[in-house]
């Protein structure tokens, strides 16, 4: 924020300058610098809740919170996730695959890890794929009913929504 005296005018807005800062190039950050989640999955082609899931899996991802929970990752964090994916992703390890390769090389990962046997690639395929839907149609029970007493707009809505969310879960379970 820029403290200005009360009497001196402010500036006029350049009607362009958005047009401006968008074809202008970004900033690259110093390969030291730490990381916001976007940024790490952004370079790695990693969806945010996937980094999120890693690092209660992987105990070695350890970014620095800041206030609001605000991740930054440091260097090293983001070697190791690129590891991880690679052996998740391209190696076909199984999660648990991965941390028994941590635990055996003591909270690191080597580089010149081999392909994952093919019992554990099964394993692996199976991990990613979903099961099967129900063939039949899910019933929903009514919720149970309400005290006697007089209904709010409050709990009329919380009602409905629970009943909605309800047949929401239940239409989610047939997806494929």
């Given at each position: 924020m820029?403290?200005?005296p009360v009497d001196q005018p402010i500036p006029p807005i350049d009607e362009h300058e958005g047009a401006d800062a968008a074809s202008r190039p970004?900033?690259?950050k110093a390969a030291g610098a730490f990381?916001?989640?976007?940024?790490?999955?952004?370079?790695?082609?990693?969806p945010q809740h996937v980094l999120r899931f890693w690092e209660t899996r992987f105990p070695q991802v350890k970014?620095?919170?800041?206030?609001?929970?605000?991740?930054?990752?440091?260097?090293?964090?983001?070697?190791?996730?690129?590891?991880?994916?690679?052996?998740l992703y391209t190696q076909g390890y199984t999660i648990k695959g991965v941390q028994r390769l941590?635990?055996?090389?003591?909270?690191?990962?080597?580089?010149?890890?081999?392909p994952a046997p093919e019992a554990e690639r099964a394993e692996a395929e199976a991990e990613r794929t979903l099961p099967e839907p129900p063939q039949t149609l899910l019933l929903i029970p009514d919720?149970?009913?309400t005290t006697p007493?007089?209904?709010t707009e409050g709990d009329?809505?919380?009602t409905a929504l629970s009943r909605t969310l309800a047949q929401l879960e239940a239409m989610r379970a047939l997806l494929p």
């Open positions: 820029i403290w200005r970004r900033v690259r990381r916001t989640i976007s940024e790490v999955a952004d370079e790695l082609h990693i970014p620095l919170k800041r206030g609001g929970g605000r991740r930054y990752y440091r260097p090293d964090d983001i070697s190791l996730l690129r590891r991880i994916s690679d052996l941590l635990r055996e090389g003591g909270g690191r990962l080597a580089d010149d890890i081999p919720l149970p009913p007493r007089r209904l009329r809505l919380r």
